[in-house]
């Protein structure tokens, strides 16, 4: 097997505040997915407990999904009202 032929790792980085009904149904289906497309991830989350964590990750809901970094939702990429309630 070649360099080219090994695995690529996807960064997924899950942020959520506490008692987010949302969270554990979207780490599940997160796997679930990556199972399905046989990919390798690396999961990590966050727990989000400050409105200056909240700018400082670009929070902007719970739970809030990265993959390589990049918000999966490409109209929040351009937003700034990061906050935490």
């Known amino acids: 097997m070649g360099i080219s032929d090994k695995p690529q790792v996807v ?3 899950v942020l959520y505040t506490e008692d987010c ?3 554990p149904p979207t780490i599940a289906l997160i796997h ?3 199972a ?3 990919l390798s991830i690396q999961l990590q989350t966050t727990l989000v407990s400050s409105p200056e964590q909240a700018s ?3 929070f ?3 739970p ?3 993959v390589n ?3 999966i939702d490409p109209s929040a990429r351009s937003k700034s009202a990061y906050g935490f309630m």
């Open 64 to 66: 809030t999904i990265l």
């Open 32 to 34: 679930q997915a990556a």
């Open 36 to 38: 399905e497309m046989s």
């Open 11 to 13: 960064n997924v980085h």
């Open 69 to 71: 970094g990049l918000d």
């Open 60 to 62: 902007l809901g719970s």
């Open 56 to 58: 400082e990750l670009r």
């Open 21 to 23: 009904p949302a969270t």
